[in-house]
């Protein structure tokens, strides 16, 4: 399995950027996709998540700002940020809890390669 994230770039202050993340392998289903960001040394943080069924959770500091959302027929979550400030500078990484087959009932949590936004005049 693998996640691969795109989107990042330099972005001006008040400016947005749109995240994407599609998963491809061997994938039988997903429950939660999500994306974390790691700023420079900081530690690794939840920014938002959201189940196959559409549910949403995000941390405080983008609440009314980013937006999580998934198209499940092509395995995929974006992340819509608006507003952006110099704070959300960091290297943001999407995950995916992936059930392989129809007779492994586990889930396992993959992780995609990171990719940088950086808000800055």
């Known amino acids: 399995v693998q996640l691969q994230a795109s989107g990042g770039g330099l972005v001006q202050p008040g400016g947005s950027l749109r995240l994407s993340c599609a998963a491809s392998g061997s994938i039988f289903s997903i429950s939660n996709m999500g994306w974390y960001r790691q700023a420079p040394g900081k530690q690794r943080e939840l920014v938002a998540t959201?189940?196959?069924?559409?549910?949403?959770n995000y941390v405080d500091s983008v609440k009314g700002r980013f937006t999580i959302t998934r198209d499940n027929a092509k395995n995929t979550v974006y992340l819509q940020m608006n507003s952006l400030k110099p704070e959300d500078t960091a290297v943001y990484y999407c995950s995916a809890m992936i059930r392989h087959s129809e007779s492994n009932y586990s889930f396992r949590t993959y992780w995609g390669q990171g990719t940088l936004v950086t808000v800055s005049s």
């Open positions: 959201a189940t196959s069924s559409g549910n949403t």
